[in-house]
């Protein structure tokens, strides 16, 4: 592939590896996004659109986004603020995976129980902007002195080692089932923020040609993100009971009702979120709802 084959085509930045990287994959393939990596090249064409995938490291994608060197780009939400580009990209979409917190955390059996304990010492993380952001309000809540404030160093990984090897006395780091954080010794103590993988696109965009093509691609990974968050619920109820069943399963805009020969009885097909779906069921079940089945969506456009 040679740069002038790039010409003309939305570049769209996506993770190369880490935890955001096989999802962005099952998301090109949703959105029908199709693709040949050839020796895990980092650059690569798209064989149905007129795009071309760029995988970046996961952190590199906010700037390169912000700048406009790259029209689209999935990354995390706690990323692009440790670059500082919220101003320079518009987070297009919520993605609803890639859910962590970036907490500050201490030795859970050692001296120091809140961040005020933690102000003024040494905090290692591989976030030192937001780290450094977050402990400036502390410090300068305390009103501690130049040479009293707290230290934050930067790590590239593994910063949850950073006490136990008498680098840090806390440390800020994302945590999600905290797995990690419990295996080090550590407890949280405060949280900085929460993140998501976001669909990113510069607010300043260089190609303003490729707009049609950047809400064509939002509109297929919105499907394919609400396909992921959605199922089909369908069940038979009495007629009578359709102003309850209604309430439990309204739909995104209005359940489906159709008659059945049964002219007491209707069936009833309506869109719901996964996460809530068994109480959903069971409060169905309460008003007399039968034949319940749950569906799963390959796709979607809503
Ligand atoms: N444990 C986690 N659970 C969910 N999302 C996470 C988790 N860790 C990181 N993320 C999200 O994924 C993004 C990339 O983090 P990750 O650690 O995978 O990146 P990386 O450093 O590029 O990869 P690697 O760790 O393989 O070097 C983070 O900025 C965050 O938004
Ligand atoms: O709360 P948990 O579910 O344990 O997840 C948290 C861990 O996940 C991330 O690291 P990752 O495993 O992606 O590797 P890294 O340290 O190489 O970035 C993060 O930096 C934490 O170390």
């Known amino acids: 592939m040679n740069l002038e084959s790039l010409d003309g085509r939305l570049l769209f930045a996506i ?3 880490g935890r955001l990287h096989e999802k962005c994959l099952s998301i090109l393939a949703g959105a029908d996004i199709q693709f040949r990596r050839h020796n895990r090249l980092d650059v690569c064409l798209v064989q149905n659109h007129p795009i071309a995938l760029v995988f970046l490291p996961a952190s590199d994608i906010p700037s390169f986004v912000g700048k406009g060197n790259v029209d689209l780009g999935i990354t995390g939400h706690d990323v692009i603020l440790e670059a500082t580009m919220q101003d320079h990209v518009t987070e297009v ?3 609803g995976f890639g859910k962590c917190a970036l ?3 201490v030795p859970e059996s050692g001296s ?3 961040v005020d304990d933690l102000a003024g010492k040494r905090v290692v993380t591989s976030f030192e902007v937001l780290a450094g952001e977050y402990f400036d309000a502390i410090d300068s809540r305390l009103q501690l002195p130049g040479d009293k404030k707290t230290r934050i160093e930067y ?3 593994s910063v949850e080692a950073a006490c136990a090897l008498g680098l840090a006395d806390g440390i800020v780091d994302l945590v999600e089932s905290g797995d990690t954080m419990r295996a080090a010794g550590l407890h949280a103590i405060a949280t900085v923020l929460d993140s998501e993988a976001v669909l990113i696109k510069s607010s300043v965009p260089k190609h303003t040609n490729l707009t049609p093509l950047i809400e064509l691609i939002t509109r ?3 499907g394919v993100i609400a396909a992921n968050k959605y199922v089909i619920c369908q069940y038979n109820i ?3 009971q359709l102003p309850a069943a209604t309430s439990i399963t309204p739909g995104r805009r209005a359940p489906t009702v159709s008659p059945l020969e049964d002219g007491d009885w209707v069936a009833i097909s309506s869109m719901v979120e996964k996460g809530k779906i068994a109480p959903i069921m069971d409060k169905l079940v309460s008003i007399g709802a039968e034949d319940i089945m749950i569906f ?3 796709n979607c456009r809503v």
């Open 220 to 222: 297929r990974v919105a």
């Open 103 to 105: 907490q500050v955390q």
């Open 93 to 95: 979409l919520r993605l």
């Open 112 to 114: 120091i129980k809140t």
């Open 155 to 157: 790590v590239g990984g």
């Open 296 to 298: 799963n969506l390959d």
């Open 238 to 240: 009495s007629r009578t």
């Open 15 to 17: 993770p190369k590896k």
